[in-house]
């Protein structure tokens, strides 16, 4: 079937929220913050009838979006290893600052990967949830990319 072009009165402008299912409130929090600069919203938080919390809302400036990280836990688990998001930087380099970064905050992460166009990182969030980061610099037939590798089963 062939795809059709939508009309205007259909445009979508971009992406509004992530919703990803936590464990811990908290924790997934304070991992967001220093990897990734996300930055709570406390007016936006959610809270039940009882006052009991069950979601932080924050602001990820760096793909100009709304992270909504909601307390499921069974959703969480089940979510395990799975690559919700691909992020891009331009280079290899970036990949390697990120690694450095990674490393100063004793996130778990992949180290960078080639893969059959580019390199990426991959990095484990609280949850076991993966997170890839892609540089959008190729390189050639002379770096074989490492597909089978374990971070990418999933």
Known sequence: MASAALSDDLKIE?????????SDCDR?????ETIFGVQRLP????????????????????IGTLLDLRLLPAHAAAASRLDVISL?????????????????????????????MSWCIVVEDPDGRFIKIFARQGHGPEVKGDMGNDWFRN
């Open 14 to 22: 971009g992406l509004r929220t992530l919703k990803f299912a936590v």
């Open 28 to 32: 997934s929090l304070a991992f967001y």
């Open 43 to 62: 007016n936006a938080d959610h809270v039940n009838a009882d006052g009991k919390l069950y979601a932080y809302i924050c602001q990820w400036p760096a």
């Open 88 to 116: 891009a930087v331009p280079t290899r380099d970036n990949l390697d600052a990120w690694v450095t970064h990674l490393d100063a905050h004793g996130a778990t992460h992949s180290g960078i990967i080639p893969t059959g």
